[in-house]
């Protein structure tokens, strides 16, 4: 599984909260760490499609001086299985959802995992501040782990 440059695409329902979060951390940290990473991030539903990140995404993440203003909401497509090595979803709703685009090809299966392992990233769209807040840490801490894998296998 370790291609080299590393494809990852960070994935999560409406790709306008959590996986733009998600994309602009991985950036942050392969750029920290002096990698070449190809990162995107999609949602499984169609519906925020060509929207930047929600307000509060974007204030989060400035905050901590990162930049995700010039992203675009676009749609998790089969092809994505093709064109990522690594499909990192942030809640099992997500995973379910990827599982069945992925189909039964047991490669494309193999690529999706939970970006947080062994707990969901919850949704904060409906909430206030505070989830952005807690997302940001989760997806933090979780991103540098990543990338810290991927260092080792390129
Ligand atoms: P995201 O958050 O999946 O983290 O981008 C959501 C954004 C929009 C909706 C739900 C979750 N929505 O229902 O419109």
Not at 59 to 72: F, N, P, V, Y
């Amino acid at each position: 599984m370790s291609k080299h440059p590393m494809n990852v695409l960070a994935v999560c329902l409406g790709n306008i909260c959590r996986s733009p979060m998600a994309e602009g951390l991985l950036r942050h940290h392969i750029q920290q760490r002096g990698l070449r990473c190809r990162v995107d991030s999609a949602g499984t539903s169609a519906h925020h499609a060509g929207e930047h990140p929600d307000r509060r995404a974007q204030q989060e993440m400035r905050r901590h001086g990162i930049d995700i203003s010039k992203q675009t909401s676009r749609q998790l497509v089969r092809k994505d299985f093709e064109r990522f090595d690594w499909i990192l979803v942030m809640d099992r709703s997500n995973l379910a959802n990827a599982q069945e685009l992925a189909g039964h090809n047991e490669g494309h299966l193999a690529k999706i995992k939970l970006f947080v392992p062994d707990a969901e990233v919850p949704d904060p769209y409906y909430g206030g501040a505070e989830g952005f807040s807690q997302v940001y840490d989760m997806v933090d801490a979780a991103a540098e782990r990543w990338v810290a894998t991927w260092q080792s296998d390129i």
